[in-house]
Each structure stands twice: as structure tokens, then as C-alpha cells.
């Protein structure tokens, strides 16, 4: 079994066995993954907070050919989402994305521009937590259903869309300033969330707490 190392994001943990977690991930060269990490439940494991939600690692594992599972060695942090933590409302958009990303993306497809997509709106999030969630939650959700090829164009109000036209046009910390609010482009984001939903044919659970921020 080859040892790798890939630049990843930790998307999901789901307690398995005594001590060990099953660990959805998403990698910058190989796309979405699910691995074991064995003993990570443990006090002193080989992952530390690399497998916090969203934090940006370097994850080292074992790949066998034709296996579901990967075996997953250990994890080195690149970028926390520490600072988040104590912010609920921000919580909940970590939490939107990494649903998102999950449930649309298909397994074992390299997307570098949704890698590069989710580090923008994370540190965007990270350098204005409060006034900045409205902007990072509808960049990432147009962009996340532009880049997996289902964008039609959005029924929404003329202000909305020339909100949306900005955000296909510029990187997110070039966004010209406005004052955002939950409910600033709302028809936007409820449309971009119906597609994916149509998409997935699943609802996302997030979504709905988004609205109730």
C-alpha cells in the first residue's frame, strides 16, 4: 500500500468501533475520500485536532487499490477553525459547508478550484466572522453549484442578481462593500440551495438552520 500525503479538508467524523473514527475528507489532488483512522478517539492520537471540523491538514495514508476505505496515518494542521468555535453563527456556516461539500461532490474526483473555493470563504469567515457570513455563505453557495455544472440562472431579484453576477466576476475580498444581513440576496441563496437539493435528491439540514440565524 503506497503511503500519501495530500493537502485535505476534514468534512465529517463518525465514531467506529472503540476508539476509532471513520473520516470523510476532501484532498486538493484526489478529490473527495473516506478513510479509518485507527485509535483516533484516544488521548493521545496521531491526529491531535486534524480532524476537527474543517480544519486544513496534511493527511498522510495508506491508499489500497480497489479498497472503499483508506487507512489514515496521522494528521498535520495547517489551518484551525478554532477561532470559530465561540461564534454560533458562524458554527452553523462550517457546518453548510462541509454538508454541502459531502453530499454534491463525487467521490475520487480532483476539483482544484472547489479546494481553492473553500479556502477563500473559510478565511473570509475567519477575518470577519459577523458581517461577513451572509457574503461567505451565497459566494460558497453559487460557486459550489457552478463549479459541479448545474448553474442555470437564478429567478431572483434584479438586486440579487447583480449580486450574483459581482461574485462570478470577483474573488470574494474584492466584493464591493455593502451592508450584509440574513436577508440580503435570501431569494439568491434559497434558489442555489433548492438546486442542490434537486440535485442531491436529499435535503440539507443546515439550510434550514441558516434561515433561522
Known sequence: MPARISEAFTLRTYPYKEADLIVSFFTRDQGKMRGIARRARRPKSNFGSGLERLSQVNMHYYQREGAELVRLDSSELLQSQFGLANDYAAGVALDFFSEVTEQLLPAAEPNEKYFRLMMAVLEHL??????????????????????????????????????????????????????????????????????????????LYTASVLETL
Open 126 to 203: 475567519r477575518a470577519r466572522p459577523s458581517e461577513g457570513l451572509w457574503a461567505a455563505v451565497t459566494y460558497f453557495s453559487l460557486w459550489a453549484v457552478r463549479l459541479s455544472g448545474f448553474l442555470e440562472h437564478q429567478r431572483v431579484a434584479a438586486e440579487s442578481q447583480n449580486i450574483a453576477g459581482e461574485m462570478l466576476r470577483t474573488p470574494i475580498g474584492q466584493l464591493s462593500e455593502r451592508q450584509w444581513t440574513r436577508e440580503t440576496a435570501h431569494d439568491l441563496r434559497r434558489s442555489l440551495v433548492r438546486s442542490m437539493e434537486d440535485h442531491m435528491e436529499r435535503k
